[in-house]
């Protein structure tokens, strides 16, 4: 039967991890695998008035108050962006795939950190992209790196994460964001910046968008309310320069037409109550302890087993470990032991950069379940280096 | 900067109907262009206890109950289906770019009727189909001229709309659509069935889906809750045949994860409501009201100009015009004198097969409103068929 489908289905890889994640939520798991927020520090949805004028068929483009104030934050943020290139989503996902709509046939290269987020290789890959990695170092990718990259493979587009990657954690330092603007600018490429978790911060630092130093590549910038508020209503953003706008309008429309509306409204309603920036703080630091909670175990549980550092945002730990482990399999021995983590396997673009890693979620768990999942898991690791070693 | 984009936006039709569908909205003008259910008879959305739950990432499949409740109804229709075999979309657009994405490489066939809904055209060109259609008769399409195009074609899928068809309104009889079924299960040709229109019945007929009557045929099956709910919401769903279920819901999940939960479990609670069967009734009463409006004033308006069929059921009137005339000239005309209607050119999978048509809501504008508006539109008609003869 399979001769029927289109040559996408069989780029379509294996749902290993989204088995696994479905594994995850079985009851008594600790869970430090997935990017869930946590539910009990999202904001009551009171949609009230918004749900009446929600009813009937919306712009493509969205609710004309929200992408307003989405124009507005980008524009405070540096960003040249008037409301008219701001298109909702239905997700940030939705962003990443009318990216891969717009820009990728079979065989087209692509340029992104090594590693990266694994939905957003999935998403390309499905669309036949070619993948070329730069590694992420601690500031970032290296400007010549990438200079080198773009005249050797000419890709379509380069994807980045500059503000708390993930899964590596990274906060590109604003030296390198200009350097890689003007590598971008000087070759012409475009530029898809994610930027999904830039409002959770927990250590200053700069998070200027590497959009906002472009002068004349062209450039899609993907934001994202899930983190901040409820990631079930299902809404996101994009602004991109003007050229590449009617395009993605279009795509979006063939999509779904446009994303559903009450949420939008009631989105538009939130963000301009006092009660924003109070949900903001209170949800920041909650995170930043659980970080320091998380960072307390690790030091006491991972030295000598792997290396990090401490992301001064987002929602992950990253841990490069110093044996070679099957994380894979090592995943599912700490099923057995009722705790879970992400392999670092699938957020590589390619096979040879691959090392050892696992990516931890600090965000949804208590700090209680943090200190024990995390003494849980260093014994699993433990054994399974020695078994990969043996 | 085009040539650095994917070949699939080149492929992106003239957004000239949508530019027109905007000027629609204009306030003043009496629209019978877009396919929009009356707002005054939109249940009323209250949220309620659904908010709090929604707020998390949800399964890319869909909310539990609302896909048990999909599946009992689509059972209680004649489909062998099982809740794992539906999957909750963002609207049933999404449905058929899933479809799309499913099966559509550069140059695969598709066969399709002609005329057929214009969006399905859109988005089946972007992924790079390639059209082959079979006229739509009195009782729908002739299952001898399907066997004969799947022989010569050898097309991937095709794509159905049995029961009111958009945009000619047909309903195929009981006879046809057991022989479509025939040929579908002797050719092993899969079928893509889209039934938005089902619940919304005037004149009782034969509704079965074509699906139901398949025995080896691979089959998608696309419904909607925006006809009879509010299309605000983007819920809408597919069931299918379990070999490419699991394909179906991987691409899902990497268009935008799952669709927006608070819809969902709105929808699973108003469904199972006693307000649901008094809200259906409601609606399709004053629809029915409505198209009879409108096919009295036809029938005072347009005789001797086209030649159509009282739908039994959907949205819509499609008039076949006597005289040769360039509707989308018409259209521009008929703005000017603040009435649209959709004209029928782009509802043809090909050139050749194009007839001059008009397709026209009547669920939308009120009784004084459809009587003033076809009173207007048959005389810039007249007008355009004149100039175009002359």
Chains 1, 2 share one sequence.
């Not at 989405?70 to 701001?86: H, N, P, W, Y």
């Not at 602004?239 to 590449?244: E, G, N, Q, R, Y």
């Not at 841990?319 to 392999?343: G, S």
Request: with cysteine.
């Amino acid at each position: 039967m399979t001769h029927r489908l289109s040559r996408r289905i069989e780029r379509l890889t294996s749902s290993l991890i989204r088995d696994i994640l479905q594994i995850t939520q079985r009851p008594g798991v600790i869970s430090f695998a997935g990017g869930l927020p946590a539910e009990e520090l999202m904001p009551e949805l009171d949609f009230g008035a918004c749900a009446a004028d929600s009813r009937q068929y919306g712009p493509s483009e969205g609710e004309p108050l929200l992408r307003e104030l989405i124009a507005r934050g980008l524009s405070g943020l540096g960003l040249r962006c008037q409301t008219e290139q701001v298109l909702v989503t239905t997700g940030s996902q939705q962003g990443i795939d009318l990216v891969g709509k717009l820009f990728i046939d079979e065989g087209t290269p692509v340029l992104l950190e090594s590693p990266t987020y694994l939905a957003a290789l999935q998403c390309f890959r499905v669309y036949g992209a070619e993948f070329h990695g730069m590694p992420v170092q601690a500031e970032g990718i290296d400007p010549d790196a990438l200079k080198a990259a773009i005249v050797r493979h000419h890709p379509a587009f380069v994807y980045l994460i500059p503000s708390f990657q993930n899964p590596s954690g990274c906060c590109y330092s604003d030296a390198a964001r200009r350097a890689v603007a003007a590598v971008l600018d000087e070759t012409g490429t475009p530029l898809v910046e994610d930027d999904p978790y830039r409002d959770l911060v927990y250590t200053s630092c700069d998070r200027t968008p590497v959009c906002a130093y472009l002068e004349r590549a062209p450039w899609v910038y993907l934001g994202s309310f899930s983190k901040i508020t409820a990631p079930g209503l299902r809404v996101g953003y994009l602004a991109s320069s003007p050229a590449l706008f009617p395009w993605l309008v279009r795509l979006k429309q063939s999509s779904d037409l446009h994303t559903g509306r009450t949420g939008q409204a009631w989105l538009a309603h939130f963000l301009t109550s006092s009660d924003f920036g109070k949900h903001l703080a209170h949800m920041n630091g909650v995170y930043a302890e659980r970080r320091d909670t998380m960072q307390t175990a690790l030091e006491r549980h991972f030295s000598g087993l792997a290396d990090w550092s401490v992301p001064a945002g987002g929602l992950f730990f990253w841990l490069r470990l110093v044996e070679n482990t099957d994380t894979l399999a090592a995943l599912k021995v700490a099923l057995d032991h009722d705790v879970a983590f992400m392999p670092g396997e699938p957020f590589f673009p390619v096979t040879e950069q691959r090392y050892p890693a696992l990516r931890l979620n600090f965000s949804h768990a208590t700090a209680e379940k943090i200190e024990r999942g995390i003494a849980l898991l260093s014994k699993v690791l433990g054994e399974c280096a020695v078994t990969a070693a043996g």
